[in-house]
C-alpha cells in the first residue's frame, strides 16, 4: 500500500540522499581527530611539561615579544588592507559585466594554489631594490623587501581570497529589489550601501576577515623570503618558533604556538560571537 502520494509505502521512512550516516560520521571524526585535534592535544601536552613560570618567561622575553608585535602589526596592516580591497573585488566581479572577468576571478584562487615559498620568491624578487617594483619605490625612499611593509605584503598576499570567496556569493544572493525600493525612496548610492548593503554583508565579511586575519598570522613560506628575518624588527612569531625548533629548544618553540594558537581561537570566538549577535539584531529588526 502506498502512502497518500504514491511514492513510499507506509510505515517505512525516507531513505537519506547519502546513504551510511553512522560510518560517514565516523570517518569525518577519525579524520578530524587524526589531522586536527592529536596534533593540538600532542601540543598541548608539550606546552604544559614546560611550567607556568618557564612559560611566562618564554614569552615575555623581549625577542618573543618584539616577534609578536610584529607579527600582529603586519597581520592587522594586511587584514586592514584585504577588507578594502577584497570587498571592492568582490562588488566589481558580481555587480560587472567586462572583458577578462572570468580570469580575474580565475585569479583570485592564485595564492590557495601557488606554493607560498614560490610566492615568497616572487615577491621579493618585484620589491627588491633592483626589482620591477622596488626600484621606483626606492627612489622614492620606500622600501618593501627586507622590512615590516615586505611582511604585510605577502600576508595580504596569501589571504586576500579569503575576503573575496565569502563576500562575493552573499553579494550575489542580494535581491535587487531592496535597492531598488531605497532608491525610490531618495537614498543616495552611498546612504544604501551603508543602510542596505553592508549589514547583509557583515556577517561574511567579518568572516573573511577574521579568516584572514588568522590566516596571516600563521603565515610562514610567503614570509620568511621577503623579511629579511631581523630579529627585534622583521622577525615573526612562526619563523622564532621554527628557530627554535632547529635549536632542539622543543618546549619553548611548544609555549610559543600554543601562545598564537590561543590568540587566533580567542578571535574566532569573538566574531562567531559578533556575528550571532548580528543575526539575533538583524531578526528582532526584521
Known amino acids: 500500500m502506498l502512502s497518500s502520494f504514491g511514492f513510499f509505502p507506509l510505515g517505512r521512512t525516507r531513505r537519506s540522499v547519502i546513504p551510511g550516516f553512522r560510518l560517514s560520521l565516523g570517518l569525518t571524526l577519525t579524520y578530524l581527530a587524526l589531522i586536527v585535534l592529536l596534533p593540538i592535544c600532542a601540543l598541548l601536552l608539550k606546552s604544559a611539561d614546560v611550567g607556568f613560570a618557564r612559560y611566562i618567561a618564554i614569552i615575555t622575553s623581549p625577542r618573543t615579544l618584539a616577534s609578536f608585535q610584529v607579527t600582529f602589526a603586519t597581520a592587522a596592516a594586511a587584514t586592514l588592507f584585504n577588507a578594502v580591497y577584497g570587498l571592492a573585488l568582490a562588488w566589481v566581479l558580481v555587480r560587472y559585466d567586462f572583458p577578462g572577468k572570468r580570469l580575474l576571478d580565475a585569479l583570485v584562487d592564485v595564492p590557495f594554489a601557488l606554493p607560498t615559498a614560490v610566492a615568497g620568491l616572487a615577491l621579493t624578487?618585484?620589491?627588491a631594490k633592483n626589482g620591477w617594483f622596488g626600484?621606483?619605490?626606492?627612489?622614492?625612499?620606500?622600501?618593501?623587501a627586507y622590512a615590516p611593509a615586505g611582511i604585510a605584503?605577502?600576508?595580504a598576499f596569501t589571504s586576500i581570497p579569503f575576503v573575496v570567496r565569502t563576500v562575493q556569493p552573499v553579494l550575489e544572493d542580494l535581491e535587487p529589489e531592496l535597492e531598488e525600493a531605497a532608491a525610490?525612496?531618495?537614498?543616495t548610492e552611498g546612504r544604501i550601501f551603508r543602510s542596505?548593503?553592508?549589514?547583509?554583508?557583515?556577517?561574511?565579511?567579518?568572516?573573511?576577515?577574521?579568516?584572514?586575519?588568522?590566516?596571516?598570522?600563521?603565515?610562514?613560506?610567503?614570509?620568511?623570503?621577503i623579511a629579511g628575518n631581523q630579529p627585534f624588527r622583521t622577525e615573526i612569531v612562526?619563523?622564532?618558533?621554527?628557530i627554535r625548533l632547529e635549536e632542539y629548544d622543543y618546549a619553548a618553540a611548544a609555549a610559543i604556538a600554543v601562545t598564537l594558537l590561543a590568540v587566533a581561537f580567542v578571535m574566532l570566538l569573538v566574531v562567531n560571537i559578533i556575528q550571532a549577535w548580528h543575526q539575533r539584531h538583524t531578526v528582532g529588526e526584521d
Open 238 to 242: 612562526a619563523l622564532l618558533a621554527y
Open 184 to 187: 525610490t525612496l531618495g537614498a
Open 135 to 144: 626600484a621606483p619605490l626606492a627612489q622614492w625612499g620606500i622600501q618593501v
Open 125 to 127: 624578487t618585484l620589491f
Open 153 to 155: 605584503c605577502a600576508m
Open 196 to 225: 542596505v548593503i553592508f549589514p547583509a554583508l557583515f556577517p561574511a565579511f567579518l568572516a573573511g576577515a577574521s579568516l584572514a586575519f588568522a590566516r596571516s598570522l600563521g603565515e610562514f613560506g610567503a614570509v620568511v623570503f
